[in-house]
C-alpha cells in the first residue's frame, strides 16, 4: 500500500458567484465588505480603489481576488 507524501495546497472557500455584482460599475464582485449591518460587493479594481477608507470602518473583508489568477 502506498501513501503520498505530496501535500495538497488549502482550498479556500468561495462564496461569491457571477451573479454577484460590484455595487460600483456592476462588474463581477471579488471583493465582499460588511459596513454597518450592509454589505458592499466590489470587483476588484474599486475593491483596491476603496479599501484603505473601508477598512476602517468595515467589521468584515472578504476577498477572493486571488480567484484572478487561478483563472489563467
Known amino acids: 500500500?502506498?501513501?503520498?507524501?505530496?501535500?495538497?495546497?488549502a482550498v479556500l472557500e468561495y462564496r461569491l458567484t457571477a451573479?454577484?455584482?460590484c455595487d460600483s460599475c456592476g462588474a463581477q464582485a471579488y471583493i465582499a465588505a460588511e459596513v454597518n449591518g450592509s454589505e458592499l460587493?466590489?470587483?476588484?479594481?474599486?475593491g483596491r480603489k476603496y479599501e484603505e477608507k473601508l477598512?476602517?470602518?468595515?467589521?468584515s473583508w472578504h476577498d477572493e481576488t486571488a480567484r484572478l489568477a487561478d483563472a489563467r
Open 1 to 9: 500500500m502506498s501513501m503520498s507524501t505530496t501535500a495538497e495546497p
Open 19 to 21: 451573479t454577484d455584482r
Open 41 to 46: 460587493l466590489f470587483c476588484a479594481h474599486h
Open 55 to 59: 477598512r476602517s470602518v468595515a467589521t
